[in-house]
Structures are given as C-alpha cells and as structure tokens.
C-alpha cells in the first residue's frame, strides 16, 4: 500500500468586485468564519455570485 498523499496548494479566495455590496457582504461573512468548512462555502458563494453578475 502506498503512503498517504498530503495535498498542500490552497487556492487564493475570490477577492470582492470594488462596489458591489454583495461580494463585500460574502467577504465579510468569509472572514468570520470560524472553521475551514464555512470559509470553503463562503468562497464558492462568492464564485457563484461572480460568475453571475461580474462576467
């Protein structure tokens, strides 16, 4: 059996639209996140949000 694999690159999160209430309002929430779990929901959140009105 081979050893486990410790995977260690972390994607940046998406950074706030200046202007839009909306990314800063997922950014807030992303900050007080107190676990690992929710800051990752917050991050997709935001990616969906800027998929949607930021393309």
Not at 7 to 18: A, E, F, I, R, S
Not at 32 to 51: C, F, I, L
Request: charged share 30%; net charge positive.
């Amino acid at each position: 059996m081979s050893d486990a694999v410790h995977l260690t690159l972390l994607l940046p999160g998406p950074q706030p639209v200046p202007g839009c209430d909306e990314c800063r309002k997922l950014h807030v929430a992303r900050r007080r996140a107190r676990h690992g779990s929710a800051r990752a929901d917050a991050n997709v959140r935001m990616r969906r949000h800027q998929e949607v009105s930021h393309r």
